[in-house]
């Protein structure tokens, strides 16, 4: 069996941890297509915060306290670039970290694509998946609000590293998204798979900008395999992050329905065949989508196994 997963960074880093357990135990292939929107160049160095997050998180070097960065990590180097005045002040750099974006900085400068840059550091890291950026080209979110005051498109690292999401938000834009390709091995992954999961991760910063990449989306929707998401929306709330903010935004029920009609059902232009829920919102209702109820909280890899064996039996596969 094939499985691919659309996958932004934390959420769905742990969500992958259940992806792989359940695949082994069914000698099955994974595939993780992982969001880029939220890469961005700093201090010279270009970091992939979702990629590295899958990658540190699927080979067990992920903080597991701050669920992002290193476990261990120190901050010498944050430190010393506070000392100069080094702008930005508000992003920090881990030590550790340092070195796998120095890799990466130093591989695309030399002209390699970031797919082929991301096989090269998952040969260290061994995470026990395929792993692929939506794409080898420029796409970033870009957040517009309201600063200090002015109207205007910031990063999407400074709307939410540096003001955490807490000024007035208009609207999301994936920067690039019109002329970006999926990477080498996405199409093929897509074409090839048994099933399509979309994991719990934000609907709005993590996995749209991997479906703003057009080929990529109509490869998902108009494919042959199911497509079954899973709920990032528990009771009302999200499970961490700024989801409820982003929906929000966007004028978006922030519930567990309100997700899924947001994707839609595959037979009337959306992705949906199948919607996974928390017993907690059983009786959500997505027209044209199957919708199922089980436990979602991963508490611990066992329920996110079982989380993901329920979403496979929902696609029928």
């Known amino acids: 069996?094939?499985?691919?997963?659309?996958?932004?960074?934390?959420?769905?880093?742990?969500?992958?941890?259940?992806?792989?357990?359940?695949?082994?135990s069914i000698n099955a292939d994974v595939t993780a297509v992982v969001n880029v929107g939220d890469d961005v160049r700093m201090h010279g160095l270009q970091i992939c915060p979702d990629l590295d997050s899958v990658m540190y998180t699927l080979s067990g070097a992920?903080?597991?306290?701050?669920?992002?960065?290193?476990?261990?990590?120190?901050?010498?180097?944050?430190e010393e670039l506070a000392q100069y005045g080094a702008e930005p002040t508000w992003f920090g750099l881990g030590d550790k970290d340092v070195a796998t974006h120095l890799v990466r900085t130093t591989m695309l400068s030399a002209g390699y694509p970031l797919s082929q840059v991301?096989?090269?550091?998952?040969?260290?890291?061994?995470?026990?998946?395929?792993?692929?950026?939506?794409?080898?080209?420029?796409?970033?979110?870009?957040?517009?609000?309201?600063?200090?005051?002015?109207?205007?498109?910031?990063?999407?690292q400074e709307w939410w590293v540096r003001y955490r999401g807490k000024v007035p938000t208009h609207r999301f834009v994936f920067v690039g998204a019109d002329a970006a390709k999926p990477a080498p091995g996405v199409l093929d992954?897509?074409?090839?798979?048994?099933?399509?999961?979309?994991?719990?991760?934000?609907?709005?910063?993590?996995?749209a900008p991997v479906l703003a990449v057009q080929e990529l989306k109509q490869a998902v929707a108009d494919g042959p395999a199911p497509v079954v998401g899973v709920s990032?929306?528990?009771?009302?709330?999200?499970v961490r992050g700024m989801a409820d903010t982003c929906l929000t935004t966007?004028?978006?029920?922030?519930?567990?329905?309100?997700?899924?009609?947001?994707?839609?059902?595959?037979?009337?232009?959306?992705?949906?065949?199948?919607?996974?829920?928390?017993?907690?919102?059983?009786?959500?209702?997505v027209p044209g989508v199957n919708v199922r109820?089980?436990?979602?909280?991963?508490?611990?890899?066992?329920?996110?196994?079982?989380?993901?064996?329920?979403?496979?039996?929902?696609?029928?596969?």
Not at 69 to 76: A, D, K
Not at 232 to 238: A, K, N, Q, T, V
Not at 306 to 314: G, I, K, S, T
């Open 232 to 238: 990032p929306i528990i009771g009302g709330s999200p």
């Open 118 to 156: 991301t096989a090269a550091l998952c040969e260290r890291w061994q995470p026990g998946v395929t792993m692929l950026p939506a794409t080898d080209d420029r796409l970033e979110t870009h957040v517009v609000a309201d600063v200090e005051g002015e109207r205007k498109a910031i990063h999407f």
């Open 62 to 78: 992920a903080d597991p306290e701050r669920g992002w960065g290193r476990v261990g990590e120190t901050w010498v180097i944050k």
């Open 250 to 285: 966007l004028g978006v029920e922030v519930s567990a329905a309100g997700v899924g009609r947001l994707y839609g059902p595959r037979a009337e232009g959306g992705l949906l065949d199948g919607w996974l829920v928390d017993t907690t919102d059983e009786g959500a209702d």
């Open 1 to 24: 069996m094939r499985i691919v997963v659309l996958t932004g960074g934390i959420g769905g880093a742990r969500f992958l941890k259940g992806v792989r357990a359940h695949a082994r």
């Open 189 to 207: 992954a897509v074409a090839e798979a048994d099933v399509v999961l979309i994991a719990p991760s934000n609907p709005v910063v993590s996995i």
């Open 293 to 317: 109820a089980v436990p979602l909280w991963m508490s611990d890899e066992t329920a996110t196994t079982a989380m993901v064996a329920a979403a496979l039996n929902l696609a029928g596969v």
